[in-house]
């Protein structure tokens, strides 16, 4: 019984045109094109300079600024309310004023005094600029000392050394790829399960399945055989073309990746198919799906910590299955965790599994 059903729901899904190539191109066009726009990388920060001091140490601090990538020096003036006018007018992101006397204290005292003001607006911009001047600043006063000593001037130099664990580049390309994997298998394993059974009342067709002998049982794991074998297919389309565009592979395990894909695809696909079973039209499938699949994705991890949301949220995040496949794929990718790493995370999917497939059998009325 279960060949047959698995026959007439793999020619359902072949015989439709338009999702056997969903389930090609939608992967291959998220992976090509979303690592590059979905990144925290901020570059081209424009910055007003206030030089009040005009001196060789001033100059060179200026021309540091200049050569960096990261900035786009708008303009040099000696007035700091013309600067301040730039961040008002939103021609300058941030201001660096260079008070006067700032070359004389650096070579007397060894220190000596800015000011930056950010436009903070855009919160993640103006404090990720100035983070980034202030460790440029931090980087011209250790070249000062050590032009200093070579001068014969001994001055006490703190050197900060930096070690980046996981991903050395500061790449946020390597750091969004697992969580978009996670975002398609949501998307096409969630979303498609939820729509079939939906489709099939709206057609009349599932009433030819309701007057047989099937069980519901058989009918409902007949249902979702195709989407774990799509969620399989899509996982390992996205994991080849990391490799090939990006190099990026993963540090830890293939096999416990697909362990913890398949427990997830389970679980997402069970939940698709509870939707299903309660919706009368598509349309209702979707609108209840897309409410969901929006919370799953912003309580998950995926775009912002976990730890940086209200206590309250945290707790909640615990009942929502994706969070601990955002944190397994990562764990996997970046970190190369091994098994015993991700025994909180399979104990968890595991019971996702058992609860949504269950709940998607009994909810299932043969009428």
Request: hydrophobic share 50%; glycine share 6%.
């Amino acid at each position: 019984m279960i060949k047959y059903l698995l026959e007439k729901e793999f020619k359902q899904f072949f015989r439709n045109t338009f999702l056997p190539r969903l389930v090609v191109l939608f992967p291959v066009m998220i992976m090509l094109v979303l690592p590059w726009v979905t990144t925290m990388d901020v570059r081209d920060i424009r910055l007003t300079v206030t030089d009040r001091d005009r001196s060789p140490a001033s100059t060179q601090l200026i021309r540091d600024i200049d050569a960096s990538p990261y900035f786009h020096l708008e303009r040099v003036t000696d007035n700091y309310a013309d600067a301040l006018r730039d961040v008002e007018y939103g021609t300058a992101d941030l201001t660096l004023d260079i008070p006067p006397r700032f070359g004389n204290d650096l070579a007397t005292a060894g220190a000596a005094t800015v000011q930056i003001d950010v436009n903070t607006v855009n919160g993640t911009k103006g404090a990720l600029g100035g983070s980034y001047l202030g460790r440029l600043l931090a980087d011209f006063s250790q070249d000062y000392a050590r032009s200093a000593a070579a001068d014969g001037i001994v001055r006490p130099v703190v050197e900060l050394l930096t070690q980046y664990r996981y991903n050395p580049m500061l790449n946020y390309r390597i750091y969004m790829i697992p969580a978009l994997m996670v975002i398609l298998l949501i998307v096409l394993c969630g979303f498609l399960p939820a729509l079939n059974i939906v489709s099939e009342k709206e057609r009349g067709t599932i009433e030819q399945i309701n007057v047989t002998p099937v069980p519901k049982l058989l009918f409902i794991f007949a249902k979702l055989i195709p989407y774990w074998t799509m969620g399989f297919v899509v996982l390992t389309l996205c994991m080849a073309l990391a490799r090939l565009v990006y190099g990026f592979v993963p540090s830890g395990s293939v096999l416990n990746i697909y362990l913890l894909a398949l427990l997830f695809i389970l679980a997402i696909s069970g939940f698709g198919l509870v939707v299903s079973n309660y919706s009368a039209t598509m349309q209702q499938a979707l609108f209840v799906m897309f409410f969901f699949v929006m919370i799953f994705q912003l309580m998950s991890g995926l775009l912002t910590p976990i730890r940086s949301m209200p206590e309250w949220a945290q707790w909640l995040t615990v009942f929502n299955p994706p969070r601990y496949f955002v944190h397994g794929m990562r764990l996997m990718y970046l970190k190369g965790g091994a098994f015993h790493d991700l025994r909180t995370d399979i104990f968890a999917l595991l019971a996702f599994v058992a609860f949504f497939n269950a709940w998607a059998v009994w909810s299932y009325r043969k009428n």
